[in-house]
């Protein structure tokens, strides 16, 4: 691990080895430039612990680049909690309890809210140690509650923006969208996305998820095996990040690539891969800011929810446009564009 950490740019990371349970807490610091640290808290087993501080590093690394494009007062960071792989669900409130602690500890350094693996409810056992530092608890513990809505809205807008950029008119009706992942982000996403016309099919590993969304719902269901080859005009990754490489990319037969999942690219050089193979890839950064916009503007600046969705639709539309903008003047990756514009907040005198 000390490798990884000598090779990362960021500012800190914090290392908690969690005796009672064996769990391993990282907080990853990227940049405090713009304000104090900010991201979720991601709990699940690896197999092995470095690919945990790996996937911390370079999570907060994204929500420093989320916070600049968009202009918001907060620095980059997030927790990764590696659950050890015999671990016992009963022990889950005291290891919460303990990390709150720690969380309350920095003072202020570093807050956090729900991710991959972590919810609402889970960040009312961390803010009983934790508080003020913690976001998006439930509403009965005085939290606004999920940041996915608010996600998916973003999401949605930033389809509608590609759409616009790619075809000339931001119109979903009839056009076919795959939902990978149906859960937090992915579910409120399909349901506006089939508000707004469009033909939604989705690809999900929860067996209830599937039958929900198959039976229920009525949408076509897209097997794991088939998610890159099926032919689509968006391809919306709304489960977990890393899935363009050098050998799914070829793959593709979408137009578009615009989701709601953190580091959808396995290296930089995938987003010029994508613009390569002709599709518009929407940052995933860029596209995905919601949640974090909606659930700190309504717990630190006091927006209510109609703020809240405004200020999200307006600006992912806006940066998405800025960033297709460029990529296109400059003949370079929508990734690079948005790379360019994150990296100049972030290096600006202030
Ligand atoms: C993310 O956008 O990936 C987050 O980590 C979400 C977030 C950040 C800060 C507060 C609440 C949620």
Request: net charge negative; glycine share 12%; aromatic share 8%.
């Amino acid at each position: 691990m000390e490798s990884l950490i000598k090779a990362w740019e960021g500012e800190t990371v914090i290392v908690q080895y969690d005796r009672p349970t064996g769990a391993w807490i990282f907080i990853a610091i990227y940049s405090t430039r713009l304000g104090p640290a900010a991201g979720g808290t991601r709990m699940k087993a690896y197999p092995e612990v470095r690919q945990a501080l790996l996937d911390g590093m370079r999570l907060a690394k994204g929500m420093a680049y989320k916070y600049a494009v968009p202009d918001m007062p907060w620095g980059g960071g997030k927790a990764v909690i590696a659950l050890p792989h015999d671990f016992a669900e009963h022990s889950r409130p005291g290891l919460l309890h303990r990390y709150g602690k720690l969380i309350h500890q920095l003072g202020g350094l570093f807050s956090t809210g729900p991710d991959v693996g972590t919810c609402s409810e889970d960040m009312d056992v961390i803010a009983e140690t934790g508080a003020p530092h913690v976001f998006a608890c439930t509403p009965d513990a005085g939290g606004s509650g999920s940041s996915g809505p608010y996600t998916a809205l973003g999401v949605f807008t930033g389809i509608q923006a590609a759409c616009e950029h790619l075809f000339g008119e931001d119109s979903l009706s009839g056009r076919k969208v795959l939902v990978q992942g149906t859960g937090g982000v992915g579910g409120p996403l399909i349901d506006r996305l089939l508000e707004a016309g469009a033909e939604v099919a989705f690809n999900e590993i929860d067996e209830a998820a599937i039958l929900r969304c198959r039976d229920e719902l009525g949408l076509r269901f897209i097997r794991s095996e088939d998610v890159f080859e099926t032919p689509c005009d968006i391809f919306a990754p709304c489960a977990l990040g890393g899935l363009f490489n050098e050998t799914s990319i070829p793959r593709l037969k979408c137009r578009i690539v615009a989701g709601g999942a953190n580091n959808q690219l396995a290296a930089p050089e995938d987003a010029e891969r994508l613009r390569a193979r002709g599709i518009l890839y929407a940052p995933d950064y860029v596209i995905n800011v919601g949640g974090a916009m909606a659930i700190l503007g309504m717990e630190t600046l006091a927006w209510g929810s109609d703020r809240a969705e405004r200020e999200v639709v307006g600006s992912v539309r806006q940066a998405l446009h800025q960033v297709f903008e460029l990529a296109e003047r400059e003949a370079f990756s929508t990734g690079l564009a948005a790379g360019r514009i994150a990296e100049e907040r972030l290096t600006a005198d202030r």
